[in-house]
């Protein structure tokens, strides 16, 4: 055994390459000085039953008109990071939630912009009430917000539920009677911030929920939990049902 373990080291010594391959991969492997993305942080990748690709791309909507390539892209390098459009009850719009005035001009995709943007908020769900033309806002660190038609600094309205932080709000929409359904995409801050999305998909874990909050009573309430990545949210016509996307696992 010894002797056996004796020749390994020989072995690698006499080709210095292989050694330095050998640290390196250990050095990766171990991350002695969590250095990776998901260092210090209990990474535990869970499995999701993700429908066979060839069954989404099947059903997939195609734009076989190519109407896409007959629109014009506006704002280029102006706007980073739109995920809603909205209109306002006079037409006016599009209004949206980006991540350029935060990051003052500087590309919002780099580690510069993630420290500030804690502070700034980033708001990802905008849906306007139209009747009474306040602004509702899903912002992925500041919870369910509303601004009056008047604009101004908008009214946190959610920030907990059943007696736990929203941490990730991030879509919504208005029912008729006047309730907000909207979504929190994971219930663990502290493990990975919104700016990890892209880990909480790879993870795969299930701390996502729909959330209702209810104007008249102030109140907020778990519709459903379990979710994996909730992301946008849309009550039909008839406000009969409600979809809603799970990302990480490619449905709704
Ligand atoms: C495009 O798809 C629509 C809906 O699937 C279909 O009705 C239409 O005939 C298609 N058009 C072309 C040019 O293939
Ligand atoms: C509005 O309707 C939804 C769906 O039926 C219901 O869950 C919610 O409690 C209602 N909200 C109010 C304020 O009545």
Known sequence: MEKRSQLKDEFLLQHPYLLVLALALGFIIM?????????GHKFRPVKNDIAPYK?????????????LSLGNLEFV???FGPESLEFDIWGHGPYTGTEKLCARGVDSTTSKQWKVEPWCG??????????????????AYY?????????GVATPLATRVEGKPIFFANDL???????????DTRDNFVKFHYRNHFLILLEGEASGRLLRYDPPTRTTHVVLDGL???NGVQLSKDQSFLLF????????
């Not at 069954?55 to 109407?67: A, C, G, H, I, Q």
Request: glycine share 10%; aromatic share 10%.
């Open 245 to 252: 996307t799970e990302t990480t696992n490619c449905r709704y």
């Open 173 to 183: 929409d208005i029912h008729n009677n006047g309730s907000i359904f909207f979504t």
């Open 143 to 151: 919870g369910l917000l509303v601004v009056g038609p008047e604009g």
């Open 77 to 79: 390098d102006e706007i």
């Open 228 to 230: 994996a990545f909730p």
């Open 31 to 39: 991350d002695p000085f969590q250095m990776s993305p998901v260092g």
């Open 122 to 139: 980033r708001p990802l769900g905008l849906r306007f009430d139209k009747k009474r033309g306040d602004l509702y806002i899903a912002d």
């Open 55 to 67: 069954l989404v791309m099947e059903n997939w909507p195609k734009d076989n008109m190519s109407r």
